[in-house]
T-cell receptor, first 113, second 119 residues
Framework: GESVGLHLPTLSVQEGDNSIINCAYS??????FIWYKQESGKGPQFIID?????DKRQGQRVTVLLNKTVKHLSLQIAATQPGDSAVYFC????????????FGKGTMLLVSP | GAVVSQHPSWVICKSGTSVKIECRSL??????MFWYRQFPKQSLMLMAT?????????EQGVEKDKFLINHASLTLSTLTVTSAHPEDSSFYIC???????????????FGDGTRLSIL
């Protein structure tokens, strides 16, 4: 299930389940979005990106969906594994060009065997 | 490819001292480097953007005299936390963006962060 902690929402799933992590972004003018995975004590790791002219993009075991109408982004992870346990952040490009990113609040994904 | 290295990975020091953190792009040249701060269970907050050879651009609320950024070469940027105090304790993360001729599917490449603890 999903719970909201003091600062970081947490999603707990069983190994093998599909996970869906959601993100509400703030700027309707944002034109580029990225999902990052951050393991404890490490920097963010790129997972998948999507441009605003797309609604869906698939990678290996991951799918990103973009709904510009409601400014919503989601990350779907198929057949979740214990190694997927981490904090996941969405990031949006809010300024002209693709260099400056603004990160969302993050969701902790806990995968139990 | 596109490895960004931060040093040190962890530092503990006394209140009032200054601490320098290095960010290096190991196998590519970076025209732009970014510095972020992350408190426990919170998101990454952009502190400043630095372009090689010019002054850094700081985000609103970030004291530029407190957080000195130098980007003297295409492979190295440094962040110096001056007269550090316990409230400066945080996880500092840098990222780098390659030059125009550097092909990457990512807009920024991140280092593994520096955990700063001020006693």
């Amino acid at each position: 299930g999903e719970s909201v902690g003091l600062h970081l929402p947490t999603l707990s799933v069983q190994e093998g389940d599909n996970s869906i992590i959601n993100c509400a972004y703030s700027n309707s003018a944002s034109d580029y979005f990225i999902w990052y995975k951050q393991e404890s004590g490490k920097g963010p790791q790129f997972i998948i990106d999507i441009r605003s002219n797309m609604d869906k993009r698939q990678g290996q075991r991951v799918t990103v969906l973009l709904n510009k109408t409601v400014k919503h982004l989601s990350l779907q992870i198929a057949a979740t594994q214990p190694g997927d346990s981490a904090v996941y952040f969405c990031a949006e490009n809010m300024r002209q060009g693709y260099s400056t990113l603004t990160f969302g609040k993050g969701t902790m994904l806990l995968v139990s065997p | 490819g596109a490895v960004v290295s931060q040093h040190p990975s962890w530092v503990i020091c006394k209140s009032g001292t200054s601490v320098k953190i290095e960010c290096r792009s190991l196998d590519f040249q970076a025209t732009t480097m970014f510095w972020y701060r992350q408190f426990p269970k919170q998101s990454l907050m952009l502190m400043a953007t630095s372009n090689e050879g010019s002054k850094a651009t700081y985000e609103q609320g970030v004291e530029k005299d407190k957080f000195l950024i130098n980007h003297a070469s295409l492979t190295l940027s440094t962040l110096t936390v001056t007269s550090a105090h316990p409230e400066d304790s945080s996880f500092y993360i840098c990222s780098a963006r390659g030059t125009a001729i550097f092909y990457s599917n990512q807009p920024q490449h991140f280092g593994d962060g520096t955990r700063l603890s001020i006693l």
